[in-house]
């Protein structure tokens, strides 16, 4: 079919010019709208990532403002809790130190009690001195220091060489003892005079009686070097005894010899 054209000859042409500028006037407008739109979409995802991030952040900052605060209060409470901890931690080290001591404690009364019966009537001691290490007693003599091991180191006078070496003799039978060792045995010089048999001092008998020095090892209860430690601070720190006074073993124990002024049986077997 054909299409007819009922429109008159002189409006034909009109219809068609004006066909023509409407369409190209409403192309720039369909294209201004997608911009529009596009651009408004930009601007709403924007302001939504914005908020996003303004809300973590003012989120993560509550939390670091709480955690701050919560350690400010935990350092408040350790600092008032320290002086607790300080003191546990100070009656724990005494209590080992004691536990240390008791473990490793020198009988020194039953020692001396033995020692006492093992010396011969004939022997008179001037000193007699208890040390529970090399550092912490004792004369300072060579034998004394080899062997850090308590030890009881005697010193006097009897009226012979077979005395000193019943003397040793009998001293290693005493229980504990496990090393005997004569540092010396020697007479004294003659006098210049040139006098005759005179009886000595201490009750030694006449002539030149051999003066000894004998030491004897405990080596069976050897203290801890902790311990021993311990036991030096605490001898430096005590009062040193005045000359003549009665001899008193480094842990503690008192003993009691002095020089005799003649000769005491303390006789009895070991």
Known sequence: MKAINLL?????????????????????A??????????LAACVVALAAYVLTTNTVKDRQAKLEATTAQAAATTQRVAQLKPYADFQAMAETRIQTVKDLASSRFDWEQ?????????PADV???????????ASGGSGSSVRGSIAAPALELKGCTSGQKQVATLLSRLRNVDGVTRVSLSKS??????????????????????????????????GSKVPASVQ??????????????????????????????????????????
């Open 111 to 119: 020692a001396m009690r033995d020692v006492s019966r093992a010396i």
């Open 30 to 39: 369909g294209i201004g709208a997608y911009v529009v739109l596009g651009a």
């Open 8 to 28: 008159p000859p002189d409006l034909r042409g009109a219809a068609k010019r004006a066909s023509k500028p409407s369409v190209a006037a409403e192309a720039p």
């Open 186 to 219: 020697l007479k004294p010089a003659a006098a210049a005079t040139g006098s005759v048999s005179t009886p000595t001092e201490g009750g030694c008998g006449k002539g030149r009686p051999p003066a000894f020095d004998v030491v004897a090892f405990f080596e």
């Open 124 to 134: 008179t001691l001037s000193s007699l001195t208890g040390s529970v290490s090399t």
């Open 229 to 270: 430690d311990l036991t030096v601070q605490a001898a430096a720190a005590s009062a040193t005894p005045a000359a003549g006074a009665a001899a008193t073993p480094s842990n503690g124990a008192t003993a009691t010899p002095t020089p005799t002024p003649s000769a005491t049986p303390q006789g009895g077997g070991s």
